[in-house]
């Protein structure tokens, strides 16, 4: 868990500066395509770092509720989950 949490964090730390780019870009009117380029480049990130958090909550949290028998609240769990990666 702590290496996920490391990557996670470290993936955060670059998104933040790409934001931060990002204003710059808008502030300093530049190319519009050049701005959303990186858009695309922060969402691929935000992407990212989702399938991070999936993986480390459905290979622990979700894997521990199953040992618990608590077989329904995981269900529920992997469903939600499922329904937000969708939107």
């Known amino acids: 868990m702590q290496a996920n949490k490391q990557k996670l964090v470290r993936r955060l730390k670059i ?3 790409q934001v931060r780019g990002l204003q710059n870009m808008v502030e300093k009117d ?18 990212n770092a989702e399938d991070v ?4 909550h459905l290979s622990h949290c979700v894997i521990n509720q199953i040992k618990k028998g608590q077989n329904d609240k995981a ?4 469903l939600k989950v499922y329904k937000l ?3």
């Open 15 to 17: 998104l933040e500066g």
């Open 30 to 47: 530049a190319y519009c395509i050049d701005i959303i380029t990186q858009t695309s480049a922060i969402k691929q990130g935000l992407s």
């Open 53 to 56: 958090l999936l993986e480390g």
């Open 75 to 78: 269900v529920h769990e992997i």
């Open 85 to 87: 990666k969708r939107k």
